[in-house]
C-alpha cells in the first residue's frame, strides 16, 4: 500500500490540480502507509506538504489488544486461508456480512455484546461510543484486508521493528541482499508530520508511538488527546471527536496553508 497504492492516487491528485496535496490524513494502517511511503518513495513524500496521523501505527510491539495473541500464528492461518483459495482476511462476503448482522444488528443485548467485542480489540470507551452507529459501522467495518498484511503485522509484534516483509532467510538473500529484512529509514524524511495519539489506544500503544516520534525528524505536532479513555476507534467515531480531535487537526492545516496558495 505505501509503495504503490497510496503513492498513485496522490500523484493521480497531483497531476489533475497541478498542485502539491495539502495533506493527507491516515487513520490505523494508513498511518502504516504513509511511514513506507516517505521511507521508500521520497520523489512522491515531496508531493505532500503535511502527514497527520490519527492512532499511529508503525511499531506494533506494546499492543494491547488480545489480536496480538494471534502473531504466533499469522503464517499458518495465511497457508491455511491459502489452500482454501482464499489470500483474504475477513472480506466483505456473503458469510461475513451474515455473521455481523446475526451478532450486531438484532436485539439490544446482540448490539451490547457487538460493542464489547469492538471495546476488547480497540480499548474500552463507552462514554465517547453513540451505539446508534453501530449499523452503519458494521456495514462497512471490517473491510478485508490481504493476509500478507496479517503476517507482516505479526512479524512486526514479534520483532520490534518497523521493517520490510520477511520471507525467510533464503529469499530475504535473493530480495534484500542479506538474511534479515531492512528497517524502514525515516532518518532522512522531510515531510511534515503530525500525530494524534490515545493512552487506551489498544491497537497504538504510546511507548510505540514515542518511539516512532524519536525517529521522525519533522514532527511539527504531537499530541495525545486530552481523554483517558479514548481509544483507536474514537479517533473516527467519537462523540466529542470534533472537540478532541479534529479543532485540532484543522488548526495545523491552517497553519501549513500559504496565503497565496489554495489548499486542495
Sequence with gaps: MGVYDLPAMISYITHMTSQPLHSYIGHSMGTTASYVMVAERPEIAQMVRMIISLAPTAFVKHIKSPIRLLAPF??????ILHLLGEDEVLPHSTVTN???KLICNMTRIQKEICTNLIFLLCGFDREQFDIT???IIMNNYPAGSSTKVLVHFAQ????????QYDYGREKNLLIYN???PPDYNLANVTTPFALFYAENDWLS???DVKKLIDLLPNVVDEYKVPFPKFNHLDFLWAVDAPKLVYERVLKIMKTMTSVDEPCY
Excluded: C, I, M, T
Design 205 to 207: 500503544s504510546v511507548l
Design 133 to 135: 452507529l453501530l449499523p
Design 74 to 79: 499469522a503464517e499458518n492461518l495465511q497457508k
Design 156 to 163: 512486526e509484534h514479534k520483532s520490534g521493528k518497523f521493517r
Design 98 to 100: 451474515f455473521l455481523k
Design 178 to 180: 542479506a538474511a534479515e
